[in-house]
């Protein structure tokens, strides 16, 4: 695999698109840990709806993990973790970049080489007109997720997984 | 008579919907809706115009680029700012990764399994997919113990019961008519490809200084040129862009274009089918000395009307009378009434939601029926994309895509005629991407050459400070996006923007007929396909996804369970 940069290790990948008002949780999540000190080998990446530009990123690292908004009928601000094998484990997403996350993660069993995956799936209401910025439900949820995240980042790669 | 929906045709990036109805074996009429809405003039309003690019840039995971360089052009046409040569050049190299990544990721990962069978290269012989492969191209990655490996692999895939990607096709279906080696060659170079693409837009990151969200600026490009400084553009990131480009050209011409046009072969049929309008229209791009000289751009501005490709009419962004959008069947409102056309400095944003709750059987297409708006030139729909700026550029005389393009009809042996179809626009597609890489050597040895004389600028200044602004003005951003004629129109005031509207391609080529019933390119399109089992209707898919619309990941039909999705009525 041709790479000009090492591994990162762990990387932390918020995904949405931020005009969409809570579907953009995943970005806020990784605007909080901007601000943060991260342990060495972990790295942060907002990654919009970037499917495919998403793959080198993602390729890289040895632990994946994801933020990600879900609209699954639970309550806004329901913080799930999840670890998805195949595509078809992931939550209902309705959002318009879930295709090429998922696909993406199928291609590793193909290319030979697969990241371990961990998502935190975050419950948001359906998305409506854009917007930016998160609603209060969701709001309240981000330190929470960002406390998760750094958690899960901490077992380090192979860590305790469901 | 049966009537097909199929919903959604893509994922990502206003979620399309496409109505058919077929009788007889063919389609006799269809209907395109955007089933997403939009809102960014309502987002943009208010804002610092200099801050537009960040917040359009989000707009798709794709197109991130194209938005931000519309952006910044729109804003820098308003206020007269002319960039340094270094910016354009700079510009224009994004420009050419971003759409030679696209239109590789379009063939392989968007389009190809609406005519690859991936089950079929399971019975594909390795040694014969070798010797297929060495008799097209030069490629290295194509010893039989490398097809045998890779098929063992799709083999342990498949029968997981993971298809995964290539779940939702319709395998076996008989409109498929490659040969199974042909079949394995290219799931081989599908990998391939999703390897490539990561490395060409390393690109972005250099001059953007990250992906997938790279930086644009109002009046330049925001990296300095200094050789011997590690944050700048430096002699080892210059040579790393060298690199990428050589390699790009190599992967084009080896692996690309060879199967491009070993698969056309076997579609030949598909050259009379799916041509739709008549009408065709590029904004132009990659200028050479200057955005306000089109003249002076590779891909040339014009539009075309009833395929005379001897005549070629000038495109003026700014003409109130040459743009405009409609909203007859748009879930849209205008305060002067709903039948007039409006110029984007004039357009309005006032959501008018008249359709059915979803999830719903079928839409009243008599009335309002898409959330996207009907742009038209000079009230002609118009097809956008890489077909339209290959034949603008025949059109004007261009030798360079003249050649390319009479050269692979030769080696089709296919008349001129078949460049109005689904095979043309898949293959103008390609044909322009090694025009593009091409291009793209240029603009980087001019680039070089420039360094090297001692220019390093890469922004002014002047006009930067809102105090030196008029109170108001108005610009206009053309671009090419990888889908086509994509513009931005932006009004200032007071230093900041008042309206700001989005024309994309997949406006131009997606939308609603207009209020004389004029279909756009979509629907137009899809009429007269034949369609041999509506329960499987990939002939839709085929000749949708000609257009590239604008998606970056969906690669077949999915719900959100991950099964596809189709319904059938016979009324």
């Known amino acids: 695999m041709m790479s000009n940069q090492e591994s990162a290790g762990i990387l932390i990948l918020g995904i949405g698109n931020m005009l969409m008002g809570d579907e953009g949780v995943g970005v806020h999540v990784i605007e909080k840990l901007s601000g943060v000190e991260l342990p060495r080998g972990v790295e942060c990446l907002d990654g919009g709806t970037g499917s495919f530009l998403l793959l080198d990123p993602m390729q890289r690292a040895r632990k994946v993990i994801l933020i990600d908004a879900t609209v699954d009928g639970a309550a806004p601000g329901t913080v799930r973790r999840l670890t998805p094998q195949y595509a078809k484990d992931y939550p209902r997403t309705l959002t318009a970049h879930d295709i090429g996350l998922k696909d993406l993660l199928d291609a590793f069993y193909l290319l030979g080489d697969r990241p371990q995956v961990v998502l935190f799936a975050v419950s948001i209401p359906p998305p409506r007109e854009m917007h930016i910025g998160i609603s209060p439900e969701v709001e309240r949820a981000v330190p929470r997720i960002v406390r998760m995240v750094l958690e899960e980042a901490a077992t380090g790669v192979g860590g305790v997984s469901a | 008579m049966a009537r097909v929906v199929v919903d959604p045709i893509t994922r990502i990036e206003g979620h399309l919907r496409i109505e058919a109805v077929i009788e007889g074996g063919r389609i006799t009429d269809a209907y395109s809706s955007g089933t997403m809405v939009r809102g960014f003039e309502k987002i943009l309003k208010g804002r610092d115009p200099r801050d537009a690019w960040a917040f359009v840039e989000r707009a798709c995971g794709v197109c991130t680029t194209v938005h931000a360089l519309a952006s910044v052009r729109c804003v820098e046409d308003a206020l007269k700012i002319s960039v340094p040569k270094n910016a354009e050049l700079i510009r224009n190299l994004m420009f050419c990764a971003q759409m030679v ?34 008799s097209i191209s030069n490629w290295p990655k194509s010893s039989p113990g490398y097809f045998s490996d890779l098929q063992k692999r799709l083999k342990t895939f498949v029968d997981s019961g993971q298809l995964g ?62 050789l011997e400084d590690v944050n700048a553009i430096n002699t080892e990131r210059l040579n790393h862009v060298g690199k990428l480009i050589n390699d790009a050209m190599t992967f084009v011409n080896q692996v690309y274009i060879p199967d491009l046009m070993a698969i056309a072969g076997f579609y030949k049929d598909w050259g009379a089918i799916g041509g739709g309008l008549r009408n065709y229209m590029s904004y132009g791009d990659l200028p050479t000395v200057g955005y306000n000289q089109p003249d002076s751009y590779k891909f040339p501005r014009g539009a075309i009307l009833d395929r005379n490709l001897n005549e070629v009419f000038e495109v003026n962004g700014r003409d109130g009378e040459e743009i405009k959008e409609y909203i007859s069947h748009s879930w849209y409102k205008y305060q002067a009434g709903d039948e007039k056309g409006l110029h984007p400095w004039q357009g309005e944003t006032e959501f008018n939601f008249t359709g059915p709750k979803p999830p719903f059987e079928q839409l009243n297409v008599e009335g309002k029926y898409s959330w996207l708006k009907t742009p038209r030139w000079k009230d002609h729909p118009m097809e956008v994309g890489p077909l339209a700026r290959l034949l603008v550029a025949f059109g004007k005389g261009n030798t360079e895509v003249k050649d390319v393009v009479v050269d692979a009809l030769g080696r089709l042996a296919v008349p001129i005629d078949a460049l109005f179809s689904t095979l043309g626009r898949t293959a103008a597609r390609g044909l322009e991407t090694k025009l593009v890489v091409n291009w793209m050597k240029g603009f980087y040895d001019d680039l070089l050459a420039n360094i090297r004389n001692g220019q390093v600028s890469t922004f002014t200044r002047e006009k930067w400070e809102p105090s030196t602004w008029p109170a108001e003005c108005e610009g206009v951003g053309m671009t090419e996006a990888p889908r086509g004629a994509l513009a931005h129109w932006i009004r200032i005031r007071d230093g900041k923007i008042d309206n700001y509207q989005l024309v994309v391609p997949s406006t131009w080529n997606a939308s609603p007929r207009d209020g004389k019933g004029q279909r756009s390119a979509y629907e137009e399109s899809l009429l007269g396909t034949p369609v041999a089992n509506s329960e499987q209707p990939v002939e839709i898919l085929r000749t949708i996804h000609s257009f590239d619309p604008c998606l970056a990941c969906a690669v077949h039909l999915y719900d959100p369970e991950g099964q596809h999705i189709h319904r059938i009525e016979i009324n």
């Open chain 2, 101 to 134: 990544q696209d239109h590789v990721v379009h063939f392989y990962h968007l389009h190809a399994l609406d005519w690859v069978d991936i089950v079929s290269a399971l019975k594909a012989d390795p040694a014969a997919t070798s010797t297929l492969a060495q």
């Open chain 2, 165 to 226: 990607i290539f779940a939702n096709g319709y395998w076996g279906h008989p409109a498929y008519k490659l040969p199974p080696e042909a079949n394995l060659m290219a799931v081989a170079h599908y990998l391939e490809a999703l390897e490539w693409q990561k490395e060409i837009v390393r690109i972005h990151t250099i001059f953007g200084g990250k992906n997938p969200h790279p930086n644009y600026l109002v009046g330049g490009v925001p990296c300095s040129i200094n």
